[in-house]
């Protein structure tokens, strides 16, 4: 059976884990969701990992539409989730436009990035029927503002507000929270604070999914391999058997564990 929404928040209402992968192309898409991966995303990541930008600002609507079809057509029942990209929300009616430019592509949700300030953009698009990931905690679109890629929520504060952005979000319509680079006990604070599936990377084991980029749980990483990052094919016998362990080991908790997490 296809995965939906509800899939996520029935697995969360269980207490059960759910598994995300980035994906690109049509043909990692039909191995990813053939090994039961229950998300893919269409990341913005790809400015990175396939046009060897240093950040994901160059990224355009017209090529996160191009990767969006290609990964629908090979899609085999997962959800297909893709990134807004940079400026693509700058404003809710541009927000409106682009999403509808990515339904239409094949997304059947899709990831922002912000704070407390995307409210009515979110609660816009809910309305009109696209379900809405907010991703919060280390924003790469934000990489000018932060001074580098570094793990967010760390001070008090900090780490209230994250709590406080995470729930206005959920009640302004967000279908999803996905939690990037944030100490793992904030992130299981926000994953008990939200009725909403809570997806973490590099947010350590207590979210209800993880997510994973593609060419990272692979090893074909040419830069530093970040803390949260395992390498699924060092240990198996093909692509295809990296990603069945990968779900296996989200499945079952095994995956993060204490070394892929960030204490504080
Ligand atoms: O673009 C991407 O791949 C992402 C994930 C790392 C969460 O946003
Ligand atoms: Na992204």
Not at 181 to 193: F, G, H, M, N, Q
Not at 205 to 227: E, I, K, S, Y
């Amino acid at each position: 059976m296809a995965v939906t929404i509800n899939t996520l928040r029935e697995r969360k209402q269980n207490n059960e884990t759910f598994s995300v992968l980035t994906a690109y192309d049509a043909t990692f898409a039909q191995l990813i969701s053939e090994a039961g991966v229950d998300v893919m995303l269409i990341g913005d990541s790809l400015g990175m990992v396939l046009q060897g930008n240093d950040s994901t600002l160059p990224v355009t609507m017209e090529e996160m539409c191009y990767h969006t079809r290609a990964v629908a057509k090979g899609n085999r029942g997962a959800l297909i989730m893709a990134d807004m990209p940079f400026m693509s929300y700058g404003t809710t009616a541009a927000a409106l436009d682009n999403a509808a430019a990515l339904m239409r592509a094949g997304a059947q949700a899709l990831k922002l990035e912000g704070a407390d300030w995307m409210k009515d953009t979110i609660h816009a698009l809910s309305q009109r029927g696209v379900p809405v990931c907010a991703h919060l905690g280390l924003t790469p679109q934000f990489v000018n503002k932060f001074g580098g890629y570094k793990v967010q929520g760390r001070s008090d504060a900090q780490a209230d507000a994250m709590v406080e952005h995470a729930r206005l979000l959920v009640d302004a319509g967000a279908d999803v929270i996905l939690l990037e680079c944030v100490p793992a006990a904030l992130a299981k604070r926000i994953t008990e604070s939200v009725d909403a599936p809570v997806i973490g990377i590099g947010a350590g084991p207590d979210t209800d999914g993880q997510v994973l980029v593609m060419h990272d749980m692979l090893g074909a990483n040419t830069g530093r391999t970040p803390r949260f990052v395992k390498n699924f094919l060092a240990e198996a016998a093909s692509i295809q058997g990296a990603f069945e362990a990968y779900v296996a080991a989200v499945r079952d908790r095994r995956f993060p564990a204490e070394e892929h997490t960030f204490k504080s």
